[in-house]
C-alpha cells in the first residue's frame, strides 16, 4: 500500500494514482488515521472534479491544455485552492461524526479538526506558491470552526459548502462560459461527496478514535 506521501506526490502531479485512495479500507480507529482519510480523500476529489470539469468544458482541446504552460500553472494553483475547500469540509463532518453522541466537549472537536486540518494542508502542499497562503486558509478554518454547529449542521451534506464554491471560483475557465455552469459544477461536487461520506462511515472506529485523543491529552 502507497504511503501518505506517496498519495501527497499523486496529488501534487495530477497523476491518476491517487485513484488507489478510494480501495483502502483500514479502519478510522485513532486521529491519525483521521487526519490520512480528510486529506487524501480531500486530494481525491479535488483533483476529480477540477479535471473532471476543465475536461468537459475542453472538450477535444483538452490533451493541448498540457502543452500550455500558462494554464498548467492556473490548473495547479486551482487544485491547490479547490483541496483546501475540500479539506475544510470533509474535517468538519468526519470529526463531527467520528464524536458524535460520545463524552467530547466542543474544544476538543475544535482542537481535532484544526490539528486535521493543518496537517493535511503541511503534507499536501509543502511548498506553497506565492498564489497560496496556508496560513490564510488556517485563519479562516478557525473562523469556520468558531461558528460551527457540532451537533447538527456539521454532521449534515449541507455543511460541503466550501468546495463546491470554489471549484466554480478557481476552475481555469472563462468566466464568460462559466456563468452557465454554475449550478451543474456545484451539484456534481457534492454528488461525489456521498461515496466518501459512506466510505467513511463504514471504515470509522469512533470509541477507538475517541480512546486515542484521550490518551494523547491526558495529563
Known amino acids: 500500500m502507497n504511503s501518505f506521501r506517496d498519495k501527497v506526490a499523486d496529488f501534487l502531479r495530477g497523476a491518476a494514482g491517487l485513484l488507489r485512495t478510494r480501495r483502502d479500507t483500514t ?3 485513532s486521529v491519525a488515521a483521521l487526519e490520512t482519510f480528510v486529506a487524501t ?3 481525491y476529489l479535488a483533483q476529480k472534479t477540477l479535471y473532471g470539469y476543465v475536461k468537459t468544458r475542453m472538450g477535444i482541446r483538452y ?13 495547479n494553483i486551482a487544485k491547490l485552492h479547490v483541496f483546501a475547500a475540500c479539506l475544510s469540509d470533509l474535517t468538519v463532518f ?9 463524552a467530547v466537549g466542543n ?3 475544535q482542537a481535532i479538526a484544526r ?9 499536501i502542499i509543502p511548498d506553497t506558491p506565492a498564489e497560496f497562503s496556508v496560513p490564510d486558509y488556517i485563519g479562516e478554518f478557525d473562523r469556520r470552526l468558531a461558528e460551527t454547529d457540532w451537533q447538527r449542521g456539521a454532521l449534515r ?4 459548502t466550501r468546495s463546491p464554491r470554489a471549484l466554480f471560483r478557481w476552475a481555469p475557465i472563462e468566466d464568460k ?18 461515496d466518501i461520506r459512506e466510505q467513511f462511515n463504514k471504515r470509522l472506529n469512533a470509541a477507538a478514535v475517541a480512546a486515542d485523543w484521550a490518551g494523547r491529552t491526558a495529563g
Open 27 to 29: 479502519p478510522i480507529d
Open 41 to 43: 480523500r480531500s486530494a
Open 63 to 75: 490533451p493541448a491544455m498540457f502543452e500550455d504552460k500558462n494554464i498548467i500553472a492556473s490548473l
Open 94 to 102: 468526519a470529526v463531527a461524526t467520528a464524536l458524535d453522541r460520545l
Open 107 to 109: 474544544d476538543d472537536r
Open 115 to 123: 490539528r486535521c486540518y493543518a496537517a493535511g494542508l503541511r503534507e
Open 157 to 160: 451534506p449541507e455543511n460541503f
Open 177 to 194: 462560459l462559466k456563468n452557465f455552469d454554475r449550478e451543474i459544477v456545484e451539484n456534481s461536487v457534492k454528488f461525489a461527496w456521498r
